[in-house]
T-cell receptor, first 113, second 111 residues
Framework: DQQVKQNSPSLSVQEGRISILNCDYT??????FLWYKKYPAEGPTFLIS?????DKNEDGRFTVFLNKSAKHLSLHIVPSQPGDSAVYFC????????????FGKGTKLTVNP | DARVTQTPRHKVTEMGQEVTMRCQPI?????VFWYRQTMMQGLELLAY????????DSGMPKDRFSAEMPDATLATLKIQPSEPRDSAVYFC?????????FGPGTRLTVL
């Protein structure tokens, strides 16, 4: 039973355009969401997060949107750059400030020059 | 430049052998996690510790896997005996709050 789902295994976009990565969750107890980026042969690195009390969080070219009623979040990258090519993992933590994260299976983003 | 370190980075072994993976968390982080990444399952949590005490190892096959924190600077994950289906990348992560910092991983191949 997957509680965090990233239904698109891969996504390809042109440099300069917007990349939109999607994530759905089933557990209504999740109250904090994170995106991690992973390059080959490296560990995942934290990218951006959002609390359930917000519906948007922005950091430079990266914006995360949260739609609690739909149990859906998305990561927007504008403009996309070739260096953004990586696997992106969505993760969620359960209410109560638990450090335990549940990860999706990841979406491989390719940004073409 | 604080970072999580893991050794070895690569390990090739034969079925039935014991494998020990080591992790040095970031100094001051009180939670340590072990994950396994496979193509089919993505990132699975195997076990985690807070202040060196095991909190959750429900993701770990108990008959062959064991995780310990002998001290605050070392976490170990041991597989005995190893099987081909254990082939994966094993990540250690540490954190002080919700955000986790990952090590570079140990790529394990069991022949």
């Amino acid at each position: 039973d997957q509680q965090v789902k990233q239904n698109s295994p891969s996504l390809s976009v042109q440099e300069g355009r917007i990349s939109i990565l999607n994530c759905d969750y089933t557990n209504s107890m999740f109250d904090y969401f994170l995106w991690y980026k992973k390059y080959p042969a490296e560990g995942p690195t934290f990218l951006i997060s959002i609390s359930s009390i917000k519906d948007k969080n922005e950091d430079g070219r990266f914006t995360v949107f949260l739609n609690k009623s739909a149990k859906h979040l998305s990561l927007h990258i504008v403009p996309s750059q070739p260096g953004d090519s990586a696997v992106y993992f969505c993760a969620a933590s359960v209410q109560g400030g638990s450090e335990k994260l549940v990860f999706g299976k990841g979406t491989k983003l390719t940004v073409n020059p | 430049d604080a970072r999580v370190t893991q050794t070895p980075r690569h390990k090739v072994t034969e079925m039935g052998q014991e494998v020990t993976m080591r992790c040095q968390p970031i100094l001051g982080h009180n939670t340590v996690f072990w994950y396994r990444q496979t193509m089919m399952q993505g990132l699975e949590l195997l076990a985690y510790f807070r202040n060196r005490a095991p909190l959750d190892d429900s993701g770990m096959p108990k008959d062959r896997f064991s995780a310990e924190m002998p001290d605050a600077t070392l976490a170990t994950l041991k597989i005995q005996p190893s099987e081909p289906r254990d082939s994966a990348v094993y990540f250690c992560a540490s954190g002080a709050r919700v955000e986790q910092f990952f090590g570079p991983g140990t790529r394990l191949t069991v022949l």
